[in-house]
């Protein structure tokens, strides 16, 4: 019987899942819940192919003696009927929507057939379990297969009437995955490569936890990672980023499906992508496996399937050879079953193709009766791991509540604790040196803090020294070592936060190079999957290396990006309590700019007041109505509370402010906002070693506002801001000018 402290924390990841995605995701909670061979790329077979291919008009081809073919558990008649089934509810919901891409769904049904109904393992109405096996749709376009799927699986989520508002105004059933949206979708994919990198990243997170928390006795992590990629993912730079990592990793439990059917938007592969990707893969690390009849082959995948499990020391790619829009008489095989729904007559033209004689949406009673068995199966599978969940915590009880952390998100008690403070007797230091320390702080203090850097963590300053690196021999290590892959970096990570809530990754690299995998962020921020960016070397300040590392329009960018926190500390207390936000604010990443300079421990900064986003450090005013306000950020804040000093020596009387987070003031009540920037004094004064972009909503249209509006330069750092003008004496002409 589960105990009552797993059940409590099962109810919590449902509860929190319901009312983070909305009551109309009709998700229901179980009552007794706990926890939540190879061959070159050739034309072979294409040729074998015809346009119009009926459902028995391609035999099986011999596969090779490498794979053990298995037999059958489900009737040739009902799978075939099983695979129409998903692929008309796909021709029908992109027809009812007049929108959608009908093609992979009618080509991958098979092989997501036998994936959902006879070798994953999951249970519909929890689908937050969390030894679930994990599906990422990578070619997120072919989406109505994972909600087809879904749908037949049992899943409260995708319902008939979900279906039949695909890519509708609040929908479940969104133009692309969206895990945020649909609970049976793990992470939201669309941007091609970036649903394959968050499966590694998946994978990573199960192999980490196998490591930190399995028994000789009780298995108690043993879940695998699935992926369909296509030919568009295959040609993004960063499927191999993340590739190569996978099999430097050995990544044993991901499992991806190529859907090799050569056909793009533009049209046939042969026009720009002819390399030999099994080869390739081979060379990246991976057991690669080829199905050559992907279209009705269905014990070749079976037999794939098996071999791929049966390789525990690699990651597996499954090339499965398909058609695009199989079974359409005029369109399959050809571009024009991309993106685009079939038509009225190509619809019924398939219909006959195929001899499918229901109505759209309907699921025959045979299919219907099959598939129900996942709801007591999956509910049965689920209990089994309550036990051993109930047996491995009554034996292992400190190992139980670090892996419940993790499974739910609940932070230890005390845990900020951990977090260093200073005075202003405290020596001065670079942030990015602050911010280690706040890091290795962080992973003594919370379970699931891990992270690493590309191939710069001795520059980052992110090395966890208590912890080893996290490697294919050492997967306990909480160090990840990414290699120059910044955009593959990003999107793993994406992958390991929304495995299990109580996960917190960071990863790190120069704040200009955030160029590379600022893809990766954008999908952080829409997935509300709470990465942390640790990005050091955040402006001209950086030096001599010259304007192509000086980051300039950075944190006006990311400012500008929805649900991302754009931090500038500017010493240790604000860059503690950065850190406190980013890890308390799951649902949200942040990125924290640092400097490489040392700075100041300032008068008036804390742990605490980082929450505000904005807030005062220094003031001489009364009554709220100070002569002048000069608003600081990171390593410009000194420079800001320095002429407030000469001002006030001046007889001025000044409001010094921190802006350490736009996002965060953003969210602060108008009276707060009012005590910090009263709207009746107009002169107010902005620096910040960057862009000016965006600084006029703070010191408004009669402020000014002091940065860097042109690239940075070669030069040490003390000549650059003194040439570019973000000094002092600036700071004071252009307050003196407004008052």
Avoid at 4 to 29: K, M
Avoid at 333 to 344: Q, R, W
Avoid at 359 to 379: C, L, M, N, Y
Wanted: proline residues 5%; contains cysteine.
């Amino acid at each position: 019987m589960a105990s009552t402290s797993s059940i409590a924390l099962s109810q919590a990841l449902l509860s929190r899942a319901t009312s983070h995605n909305g009551s109309e995701n009709h998700v229901s909670v179980p009552p007794f819940s706990v926890l939540k061979s190879t061959s070159p790329r050739t034309t072979f077979f294409r040729s074998q192919r015809s346009a119009s291919t009926s459902s028995h008009s391609i035999r099986p081809l011999v596969r090779a003696a490498a794979v053990e073919v298995t037999d059958a558990t489900t009737d040739s008649t009902l799978v075939d009927k099983s695979v129409n089934t998903i692929r008309f509810l796909a021709i029908d919901a992109v027809e009812k929507a007049k929108s959608g891409h009908p093609g992979l769904p009618m080509g991958c049904a098979p092989m997501s057939h036998i994936l959902y109904d006879e070798v994953m393992r999951y249970n519909p109405k929890n689908p937050y379990w969390f030894n679930r096996d994990r599906f990422v749709l990578s070619a997120g376009h072919g989406c109505m297969l994972q909600y087809a799927l879904l749908h037949l699986a049992g899943y409260d989520s995708v319902r008939e009437e979900d279906l039949k508002s695909f890519r509708q105004w609040g929908s479940k059933t969104p133009g692309h995955p969206e895990n945020f949206e649909t609970p049976g979708v793990e992470v939201t994919t669309g941007p091609l490569g970036q649903g394959i990198a968050n499966a590694v990243g998946l994978a990573l997170a199960e192999k980490h936890l196998a490591a930190r928390f399995n028994k000789p006795d009780n298995e108690i992590v043993d879940h695998y990672t699935y992926s369909i990629i296509g030919d568009g993912c295959q040609m993004e730079g960063i499927t191999n980023e993340v590739c190569s990592l996978a099999g430097h990793w050995g990544l044993g439990k991901l499992i991806a499906f190529y859907d090799d059917n050569h056909i793009s938007i533009d049209g046939d592969t042969e026009i720009a992508f002819t390399e030999n990707v099994d080869k390739r893969f081979e060379a990246l690390g991976w057991h690669v496996i080829w199905v050559k009849n992907g279209n009705n082959g269905y014990d070749e995948i079976r037999a794939a399937i098996k071999e791929a499990k049966a390789v525990t020391d690699k990651p597996t790619l499954i090339k499965v050879t398909t058609t695009i829009g199989y079974g359409s008489p005029n369109k399959a095989n050809s571009y024009s079953v991309h993106g685009a729904a079939l038509g009225e007559k190509e619809v019924e033209a398939t219909r006959n193709n195929l001899g499918w004689p229901y109505e759209p949406f309907q699921v025959p009673e045979d299919v219907k009766s099959h598939w129900s068995r996942h709801t007591p199966e999956g509910a049965a599978l689920e209990a089994d791991w309550n036990a051993k969940f109930a047996a491995y915590e009554n034996k292992y009880p400190e190992e139980a509540e670090e892996l419940k952390s993790i499974i739910s998100g609940d932070l230890p008690a005390g845990w900020e604790k951990a977090l260093p403070t200073y005075t202003p007797e405290s020596p001065g230091d670079a942030t990015r040196n602050l911010s280690q320390r706040c890091l290795n702080a962080l992973a003594k203090a919370v379970p699931g803090f891990l992270g690493g850097s590309a191939d710069l963590a001795s520059s980052n300053m992110t090395l966890l020294k208590a912890s080893g690196d996290f490697q294919n021999a050492t997967p306990e290590g909480r160090n990840l070592r990414f290699g120059v892959r910044e955009h593959g970096m990003g999107a793993i990570c994406n992958g390991i936060a929304l495995h299990s809530p109580g996960f917190i990754p960071y990863c790190a690299t120069f704040f200009v190079f955030t160029d590379y995998m600022r893809a990766a962020m954008r999908i952080s921020a829409l997935s509300e999957a709470g990465v942390i960016y640790v990005m050091t070397h955040d402006s001209i300040g950086l030096g001599e290396d010259g304007p192509t590392h000086q980051p300039i329009e950075h944190l006006s960018s990311f400012r500008a990006m929805p649900n991302i926190m754009m931090f500038r500390p500017a010493d240790g207390n604000e860059t503690a309590g950065a850190y406190k936000i980013a890890v308390t604010r799951r649902n949200t990443p942040s990125v924290l700019a640092l400097s490489r300079q040392k700075l100041p421990q300032l008068p008036g900064t804390s742990i605490e007041n980082v929450e505000r986003g904005g807030y005062t450090i220094s003031d001489n005013s009364t009554g709220n109505k100070p002569d002048v306000i000069l608003i600081g950020t990171g390593s410009e804040l000194e420079i800001a509370a320095q002429a407030g000093e000469e001002l006030r020596r001046e007889g001025k009387t000044v409001r010094v402010v921190s802006f350490v987070c736009w996002e965060l003031f953003d969210e602060q009540t108008d009276e707060y906002k009012e005590s910090v920037l009263p709207s009746d004094v107009s002169a107010r004064v902005s620096i910040e070693a960057g862009s000016t972009f965006g600084w006029g909503k703070i010191v408004g249209g009669k402020g000014k506002s002091i940065g860097v509006d042109s690239f940075g330069a070669s030069a040490p750092a003390g000549k650059l801001y003194k040439e570019f003008g973000i000094t002092v004496e600036a700071v004071v002409a252009a307050a003196k000018s407004l008052i």
